[in-house]
């Protein structure tokens, strides 16, 4: 039997991909806290925080390991993709199935110098299922963001919950889903071989690698995501998990009120930590903003330098802050809608108006709409749209209002989140057997 006193070994694995590494730090700071000892796989350039997490690190070495957040160093580029079926095809032939073998090979070297109780890998890499599932090692699997993977007994995908739908609506549905399925199947023949060289049998579907897995955590507010009650029994909701990046420079509070007069509400301009072709929307965002009277701060994370900006005399740029005190101050914000900043400004009870680029983001900008807690916009959305769609979230009551009912919610499970006792009973009830 587990002894509820003994500290576990657990390995977290994931790989740089934005809102991929956040949640999974704060696991690892939290399991550390708990008294357990912790290591993390990832890419080089998550060294510096995952190390300011207190927990020890391990760069991937045959799997693909970014040694910065830049431009140029970005494996998926599906903001240049025909279509986002092809951006996503992109994404999993260079990070996700494309070097499963790689990733499994790390994984099972690493175990092999050191065994765990327990893998919790993010939930993209099939590679370190595979590997895990060849040698009998105990995996779970972590989302960072609402469902992308369309199978049977999981939380919805897309939009999130709709009224029923008519039967001309429902097939068109299945025809959506089965071929979301086909595009992740373009990873198959290399997850397959993979399998092969670790003495696996072929599997029918690439997402059939989610059998080895014993329960996928997800972190996401489960009022968030509007799930309909039961969980599938393959899914935990965790809630959000959210700290403070470590990379983030320091924030004076004062600093934003310098150029405009105190009494402007502030806007907070946050779009994602990797390069999604933003530059342009960023722009028309200051544009619409300029001629209104608010404060606003543009946070450009790693990949947009300061000179590719025009900002106007209402406009500030920042490299990176830390969005807490931020939220606390700002009346808006303004963002692609990535899961990570949506879950911060949820808890700061932040209205919001999101431009999704794609990936979850679509989805969880519906979900924002759908509380009632801001509007959504396409990202080619000119300047003067931003600009009326800002002042009607800021001049309506109403948003703010359905925001705070919304943070209320996420708030609180992300407070009470039993995430650390998750996995202790994963490792207690033989589950593993």
């Known amino acids: 039997m587990f002894d509820s006193d003994r ?4 390995l977290i694995t994931t790989w740089e991909g934005g809102g991929s590494v956040g949640p999974m730090l704060t696991l690892a700071r939290k399991l550390r806290d708990a008294g357990h000892a912790v290591r993390v796989i990832s890419d080089a350039c998550n060294r510096p925080e995952t190390e300011a997490t207190g ?3 391990i760069p991937w070495t045959r799997a693909p390991s970014r040694t910065d957040r830049s431009r140029d160093s970005e494996l998926i580029r599906d903001w240049a993709a025909a279509s986002p079926a092809e951006g996503f095809a992109q994404a999993i032939e260079q990070v996700f199935a494309g070097p499963a073998y ?19 890998t993010n939930d993209f890499l099939f ?13 779970v699997a972590m989302a960072c963001n609402i469902n992308l993977f369309p199978v049977d007994d999981a939380p919805v995908t897309g939009p999130g919950q709709s009224e029923a739908l008519s039967p001309e609506e429902a097939a068109q549905e299945a025809m959506m889903v089965e071929g979301f399925r086909a595009v992740f199947d373009t990873g198959l023949p290399a ?4 399998r092969a060289l670790l003495h696996l049998k072929p599997l029918d579907r690439l997402l059939d690698q989610l059998a080895c897995v014993r329960t996928t955590l997800v972190s996401v507010s489960k009022y968030f995501d509007m799930v309909r009650e039961p969980v599938p029994s393959g899914y935990r909701y965790v809630g959000p ?3 403070d990046a470590a ?4 924030w004076d509070d004062g600093s934003s009120r310098s150029a405009c007069p105190d009494a402007w509400p502030l806007v907070l301009v946050s779009f994602s930590t990797t390069f ?8 028309r965002v200051i544009d619409g903003l300029s001629p209104l009277p608010v404060r606003v701060v543009v946070t450009l994370g790693p990949t947009i330098a300061p000179e590719e900006l025009s900002p106007a005399s209402n406009t500030r740029l920042v490299r990176s802050a830390p969005h807490g005190p931020l939220m606390r101050e700002a009346a808006l914000l303004i963002t692609h809608g990535g899961h990570g900043t949506l879950a911060r400004a949820m808890v700061n009870r932040l209205p919001m108006l999101v431009l999704p680029h794609g990936r979850d983001q679509d989805g969880n900008a519906a979900r924002i709409v759908a509380h009632g807690a801001g509007l959504m916009l396409p990202p080619t959305a000119p300047a003067m749209e931003i600009g009326d769609a800002t002042v009607r979230i800021i001049g309506d009551p109403t948003f703010a209002t359905a925001a705070k009912v919304l943070g209320d919610h996420v708030a609180r499970e992300t407070e009470q989140s039993d995430i650390v006792q998750q996995i202790e009973q994963l490792c207690r009830c033989r589950a593993f057997a």
């Open 7 to 10: 500290k576990l070994n657990l």
């Open 55 to 57: 927990v020890r690190f």
């Open 102 to 120: 790689a990733y499994a090979e790390d994984v099972i070297e690493e175990l092999s110098r050191e065994a765990a109780d327990l893998v919790v």
């Open 127 to 139: 590679g370190v299922m595979a590997g895990c599932e060849s040698i009998g090692q105990p995996v």
């Open 191 to 194: 997850l397959n071989t993979a």
């Open 241 to 243: 998990q959210i700290d």
């Open 247 to 250: 990379w983030t420079d320091a």
């Open 276 to 283: 999604q072709n933003h530059v342009a929307v960023l722009q």
